[in-house]
Structure formats: structure tokens, C-alpha cells
């Protein structure tokens, strides 16, 4: 069965760092592109991040480049958001996604910027 179980957010102040992860299973990773999106209250889901599968060629949204960062461990079939220089508009329920026949989301784990 295929699953996407998110981790890593939490509350941090302006200019702090956090590091989600995204755990996979039932596929294997590097076959298959994964996104990081977000959505904030009252605001649509947006597309982040995203690394390809056999290329693992990287895309960011302008908002985030130069701050954030995505990578991928095949080994333990994971990919990460290192994310740097956090702004309080960056405040939201952060999920990956992979497209496999449709769309797969992970349950999100919400990250808060606040002083």
C-alpha cells in the first residue's frame, strides 16, 4: 500500500530552520517525482519544491529559493525540506505529494513562523 507520512514541523521563530521529511512506502522513490506543497489558512495549496525520479533534477518556487532546500535518501526511501531563513509567511501545513495513476498525499505537518 502506498503511503507518504510526513514529519518535522513544529513552531519557529523568524529566520530559524527546520527540516521535514517525507518517509515513503509501497514505491520506490527514485523512480518517481515527489513535491513539497503547503497551504495557509484561508489560502490554496501551492506547490513548493519538487525532485524528479531518475534525474533528481530540483524546482523551487521563487518565494523559497535560496532558503529552502529539497534532497532525496534512497536508501531509506525519504525525501527532505531543509529549510533555512524561515519568514512567517512561509507559516502552513507543509505535505509531499507523488502521482502515481493519481494523486497520493501525505496527513501534512503544519509548521508555524512566529515571534
Known amino acids: 500500500q502506498l503511503q507518504l507520512v510526513e514529519s518535522g514541523g513544529g513552531l519557529v521563530q523568524p529566520g530559524g530552520s527546520l527540516r521535514l521529511s517525507c518517509a515513503a512506502s509501497g514505491f520506490t522513490l527514485d523512480r518517481h517525482a515527489i513535491g513539497w506543497f503547503r497551504q495557509a489558512p484561508g489560502k490554496e495549496r501551492e506547490g513548493v519544491s519538487c525532485i524528479g525520479g531518475s534525474t533528481g533534477t530540483t524546482n523551487y518556487v521563487d518565494s523559497v529559493k535560496g532558503r529552502f532546500t529539497i534532497s532525496r535518501d534512497n536508501a531509506k526511501n525519504t525525501v527532505y525540506l531543509q529549510m533555512n531563513s524561515l519568514k512567517p509567511e512561509d507559516t502552513g501545513v507543509y505535505y509531499c505529494?507523488?502521482?502515481?495513476?493519481?494523486?497520493?498525499w501525505g496527513q501534512g505537518t503544519q509548521v508555524t513562523v512566529s515571534s
Open positions: 505529494n507523488v502521482r502515481i495513476g493519481h494523486d497520493y
